[in-house]
């Protein structure tokens, strides 16, 4: 049982974290190229832009969900199961959503990358 | 690709990883916090590192909003992996932990992934802002 809910939270926090980077990520091309708008802009008007952006709210609010679900993994199993399986996982899982909701052209060299990183973080914590 | 954005992507990894080690590092000072003694909490906000740490952490997410307004996610994610190389190589010459091979191995996993995507564009999808002029290229057009 408890494995069910390891595992459970481990998805939830893929899910979370997936869904915050994606949104984060919309938001932040829907801004526009930071570095050339605090040129053009301000500091103040540029963090503006950002903070009144839906999709950045929404973002964080799946990062904050994200970082909860860590905790109550946490408390359920070893964060040398946790922390490298979610992050894995999460790699895996942006690929998929950033072709799908982003429409990113995840060719087979980001494939590989991707790939390649989460076998990574599961040796490093291995 | 210019060196102003070369540098913002080597602050994900380096803030990111040096802002976990500071928390790491603090909240063993701190220790255990428990729900029936939230009071510990407040210690842990005075603590040095922690303090450290969560501005190291505002200065990764920072730097992570920033590459993404320029560059896809499936580009930023992989090249920021290097922070977990960075947070391993600290760990080996800063707090002296011993590495195994199949830490070593992992190390050189995650690099070859960001060889990997660092090679190919940086955004395969250019953005529909309303207000900014759309730019075809975004690797390398300006300094």
Same mark, same amino acid.
């Given at each position: 049982?408890?494995?069910?809910?390891?595992?459970?939270?481990?998805?939830?926090?893929?899910?979370?974290?997936?869904?915050?980077?994606?949104?984060?990520?919309?938001?932040?091309?829907?801004?526009?190229?930071?570095?050339?708008?605090?040129?053009?802009?301000?500091?103040?008007?540029?963090?503006?832009?950002?903070?009144?952006?839906?999709?950045?709210?929404?973002? /964080?609010?799946?990062?904050?969900?994200?970082?909860?679900?860590?905790?109550?993994? *946490?408390?359920? !199993?070893? =964060?040398? @199961?946790? $922390?490298?399986?979610?992050?894995?996982?999460?790699?895996?899982?942006?690929?998929?959503?950033?072709?799908?909701? /982003?429409?990113?052209?995840?060719?087979?060299?980001?494939?590989?990358?991707?790939? *390649?990183?989460? !076998?990574? =973080?599961? @040796?490093? $914590?291995? | 690709?210019?060196?102003?954005?070369?540098?913002?992507?080597?602050?994900?990894?380096?803030?990111?990883?040096?802002?976990?080690?500071?928390?790491?590092?603090?909240?063993?000072?701190?220790?255990?916090?428990?729900?029936?003694?939230?009071?510990?909490?407040?210690?842990?906000?005075?603590?040095?590192?922690?303090?450290?740490?969560?501005?190291?952490?505002?200065?990764?997410?920072?730097?992570?909003?920033?590459?993404?307004?320029?560059?896809?996610?499936?580009?930023?994610?992989?090249?920021?992996?290097?922070?977990?190389?960075?947070?391993?190589?600290?760990?080996?010459?800063?707090?002296?932990?011993?590495?195994?091979?199949?830490?070593?191995?992992?190390?050189?996993?995650?690099?070859?992934?960001?060889?990997?995507?660092?090679?190919?564009?940086?955004?395969?999808?250019?953005?529909?802002?309303?207000?900014?002029?759309?730019?075809?290229?975004?690797?390398?057009?300006?300094?």
């Amino acid at each position: 049982m408890r494995h069910v809910y390891t595992w459970g939270a481990i998805a939830a926090i893929v899910l979370a974290s997936t869904t915050g980077d994606v949104l984060v990520s919309r938001a932040m091309k829907q801004v526009g190229d930071v570095g050339r708008l605090l040129r053009e802009a301000g500091l103040l008007r540029v963090i503006w832009r950002v903070v009144s952006n839906p999709d950045f709210l929404l973002g /964080l609010l799946a990062m904050a969900t994200a970082f909860f679900s860590l905790l109550f993994a *946490l408390s359920w !199993a070893d =964060v040398s @199961l946790v $922390a490298p399986a979610s992050a894995s996982l999460t790699f895996v899982a942006n690929a998929i959503a950033a072709r799908i909701f /982003l429409h990113e052209r995840v060719d087979h060299r980001r494939w590989t990358a991707a790939l *390649l990183v989460a !076998a990574g =973080v599961v @040796l490093l $914590a291995g | 690709m210019s060196f102003r954005k070369w540098l913002v992507l080597a602050g994900v990894a380096v803030f990111g990883s040096v802002g976990d080690c500071l928390l790491s590092r603090g909240m063993k000072e701190v220790g255990p916090l428990s729900l029936a003694h939230l009071s510990g909490l407040f210690s842990a906000i005075f603590d040095p590192f922690i303090v450290l740490g969560i501005l190291f952490l505002l200065g990764f997410f920072a730097s992570y909003t920033m590459a993404l307004s320029w560059a896809d996610l499936t580009y930023v994610l992989p090249a920021s992996s290097l922070g977990y190389v960075l947070l391993a190589l600290m760990a080996r010459f800063l707090l002296h932990e011993q590495i195994s091979l199949l830490r070593w191995l992992g190390i050189l996993l995650i690099s070859a992934g960001v060889g990997f995507v660092t090679r190919g564009p940086a955004l395969t999808h250019p953005p529909q802002s309303e207000e900014c002029v759309p730019e075809p290229e975004a690797s390398g057009v300006r300094s």
